[in-house]
């Protein structure tokens, strides 16, 4: 079983631990030819760092990402052989987390990995951590790019924190769970553009299969809705029936493509007694990575 490769087309394997010595990943299947703008990557991955946003981890906002490519791309341009690159761990600190070699943390996988397996990273939740989602980012910037060859674009934002939903005082929610040592989930809503009338197979291939497939799998995620979503239930048929949400019986219509997935609070935070270098709303550092998740959905699919 490939549980750490991720489509059958265009492949993405993702490997590394949190406090290893780097996360990476391997892409086949990329077209030779493709220009990519390293800027844009760059950028990428200084959102999913949290870079001027409230509530990141003090290790997020100090650790630069830089991307090293060991294959695959000559000056900027894919040679349409695996890609391969890293992103060094600079602030890998497992000293802070020598206190988790014989406890284990409410609400992650520390436990589960050790029973499954008999043995676990220690150092911060190894492969189970966050910081495994850098590699998802680069690899799905790269997919992005060549999607927007084909006009399609994806734009995701968060919505939503706690209860609140007014974007302008999602910073001071967020620095007042922080303030207290606590934390708080939050919303986001990805859009489609683009996408091609008849992308997705019936029954059992849906689209909407395929998207919540990508994105459950990202760390705290507990949710995927599309369309009207669970907010549809309290709304009679005749008032809601011409909200497609982009998908008829799995199959894009050719509107817009809108979902929205929900990321609980982080358990981990010194409120809760748990020392480490935890974020106080991992929502906000999240869009990028629903965006790369969805943008290698839709490459493989296209």
Not at 17 to 43: N, T, Y
Not at 85 to 96: G, L, Q, T, V, Y
Not at 104 to 113: E, L, Q, T
Not at 278 to 289: E, G, K, N, Q
Request: aromatic share 6%.
């Amino acid at each position: 079983m490939a549980m750490n490769t991720f489509g059958e087309n265009w492949t993405f394997t993702s490997f590394g631990e949190s406090h290893g010595a780097a996360i990476g990943g391997v892409l086949d299947g990329v077209p030779a030819g493709l220009h990519i703008d390293m800027s844009l990557i760059r950028q990428e991955l200084e959102r999913r760092a949290g870079k001027g946003m409230a509530g990141a981890s003090p290790r997020a906002k100090n650790e630069p990402d830089e991307v090293e490519w060991l294959s695959g791309v000559l000056d900027g341009v894919t040679l349409g052989t695996p890609i391969a690159f890293i992103i060094r761990n600079k602030d890998a600190r497992p000293e802070d987390y020598e206190w988790l070699k014989h406890t284990y943390r409410i609400g992650h996988a520390d436990k589960v990995y050790e029973l499954k397996y008999g043995i676990r990273d220690w150092r911060g939740g190894g492969r189970a951590s966050a910081r495994e989602t850098a590699a998802r980012v680069v690899a799905g910037c790269i997919a992005k790019q060549q999607l927007a060859q084909k006009n399609i674009a994806i734009h995701a934002q968060l919505i939503q924190v706690g209860a609140e939903t007014d974007p302008a005082r999602f910073a001071d929610t967020i620095a007042a769970y922080q303030q207290d040592g606590d934390s708080i989930g939050g919303i986001i809503e990805c859009r489609i553009q683009g996408l091609p009338v008849g992308t997705g197979e019936p029954i059992f291939d849906k689209l909407q299969a395929h998207l919540a497939f990508a994105i459950l799998s990202i760390n705290a995620c507990k949710g995927f809705e599309y369309g009207t979503g669970f907010g549809g239930v309290t709304q009679p048929g005749s008032a809601i029936n011409h909200i497609s949400g982009g998908i008829a019986g799995g199959i894009a219509d050719g509107t817009e493509v809108v979902f929205r997935c929900v990321f609980k609070p982080t358990p981990s935070t010194p409120k809760a007694g748990i020392k480490g270098r935890h974020d106080a709303c991992v929502a906000t550092r999240a869009v990028p990575v629903v965006e790369a998740m969805t943008a290698l959905v839709l490459v493989n699919l296209i």
